[in-house]
Each structure stands twice: as structure tokens, then as C-alpha cells.
């Protein structure tokens, strides 16, 4: 079945550091790949989102590709900050009506002054 | 616009109770919708799918007896917490999927969520 795996957290890092997130998909046809960020105490909010291979997402100075050939969609941002301290999971969708969202364990990133 | 709903955003109750939450789609019409599940530090568990005019369908494992889903318009669903207790303390987030010519890449919107406390 549909799967997703991206790196455990947590992650810590400086501000204006260079971020990864890590996530690989197992998936049959062609999903539709998506990074969601959750703030402290608040619900999901879709960050960006890719629907076919090569396709590149992008919001807020975040990043992520859809790699077909390495089954992946890696998170990165060039210089984070503070207020990027959050919960991001990685989720595919297939394409079909009415799909399911298969999230990834999540990963917390706390960002240092 | 996609604004999706939840109230009460955080409810305290008393062991053996009923709890109601809410999930609207504000400003977009949505035949399905999605209850979810999660624990503190972990990622969303799917309880069930929620579909306009037709019963939930639930995810294994999932009580339906103890998780009711109502969802009469395209607007709004419930999930009620029958006879609450200390172990369904946790964070319940719905998501609306739109429907209409947009939605090719079936993207779901989701609630600010409700947590839940059982005493």
C-alpha cells in the first residue's frame, strides 16, 4: 500500500541555516505529494504541493521536488527562521475523487535565535 | 478562500458524556470530508470518511458506535463522542475536500481542530 517515510525529528537548527527534511514515498500510479506545517496548537496548513514528476512546489521561501526516479520530496529552505519553528509532514494523495491523505510521522523543527 | 471550521476548539468534559464537534466548510461546498485522529508529538490517524447524504465509512479499528459522523449538508459534519472517556482525550482534526472543477488534485482543507479533554 501507499506510504511515507521522513527523517525523525526533532531537528534543531540556528536561524538562517540551511534546511532538509528528508521524505521518500512507496506508491502505485502517480500521486500527488504534499508538505503540510502545523503551528503549536493549531491544525494542518498545506506549505506546498506537487502533482507530477519534476514538478517543483514552493511557498514561503520553502522548496520540494517531485523526484519520480528516487520516489521523493524533500523539504528545503535556504535560511530559516525563528517563526518556521513547527510540525511539517510530508503526505501523498492518489488521484482519484475522495483520496486519502497518507501522512508521514511528522517532523518538529525548533529554530534558534 | 477554502476555510474550514471547527467549534469548540477545545472542550473539557466528564467521563461518560457525549461531545459534539462541528467541521464547516466556509466558503466552498464539500461532499467529503475527513475525521482525524491525533495523539500528542505523532502524526494524523484517518478515522473515517464522511461522504453528503451517505454513511461514514470508517477506518479499521475504528468504534463507529462510539464515533458517530453526521454529515447532512456540504457544509457541515459532525463527529460525536459518545459516552467519553480519559483514553478519547486528543486532538480531532476535520478536513473538507472541494468539490467542483478545481478539484483535480484533490486537495483537503483542514480545521484548526478541536482538543478534547476527558476527566
Known amino acids: 500500500g501507499n506510504s511515507v517515510t521522513q527523517m525523525e525529528g526533532p531537528v534543531t537548527l540556528s536561524e538562517e541555516a540551511f534546511l532538509t527534511i528528508n521524505c521518500t514515498y512507496t506508491a502505485t500510479g502517480y500521486p500527488s505529494l504534499f508538505w503540510y506545517v502545523q503551528y503549536p496548537g493549531e491544525g494542518l496548513q498545506l506549505l506546498l504541493k506537487a502533482t507530477k514528476a519534476d514538478d517543483k512546489g514552493s511557498n514561503k521561501g520553502f522548496e520540494a521536488t517531485y523526484r519520480k526516479e528516487t520516489t521523493s520530496f524533500h523539504l528545503e529552505k535556504g535560511s530559516v527562521q525563528v517563526s518556521d519553528s513547527a510540525v511539517y509532514f510530508c503526505?501523498?494523495?492518489?488521484?482519484?475523487?475522495?483520496?486519502?491523505?497518507?501522512f508521514g510521522s511528522g517532523t518538529r523543527l525548533s529554530i534558534r535565535p | 478562500g477554502a476555510v474550514v471550521s471547527q467549534h469548540p476548539s477545545r472542550v473539557i468534559c466528564k467521563s461518560g458524556t457525549s461531545v459534539k464537534i462541528e467541521c464547516r466548510s466556509l466558503?466552498?461546498?464539500?461532499?467529503?470530508m475527513f475525521w482525524y485522529r491525533q495523539f500528542p508529538k505523532q502524526s494524523l490517524m484517518l478515522m473515517a470518511t464522511s461522504n453528503e447524504g451517505s454513511k461514514a465509512t470508517y477506518e479499521q479499528g475504528v468504534e463507529k458506535d462510539k464515533f458517530l459522523i453526521n454529515h447532512a449538508s456540504l457544509t457541515l459534519s459532525t463527529l460525536t463522542v459518545t459516552s467519553a472517556h480519559p483514553e478519547d482525550s486528543s486532538f480531532y482534526i476535520c478536513s473538507a475536500q472541494h468539490s467542483g472543477p478545481t478539484s483535480n488534485y484533490n486537495e483537503q482543507f483542514f480545521g484548526p481542530g478541536t482538543r478534547l479533554t476527558v476527566l
Open positions: 466558503d466552498f461546498q464539500a461532499t467529503t
Open positions: 503526505a501523498l494523495s492518489g488521484y482519484s475523487s475522495a483520496s486519502k491523505i497518507i
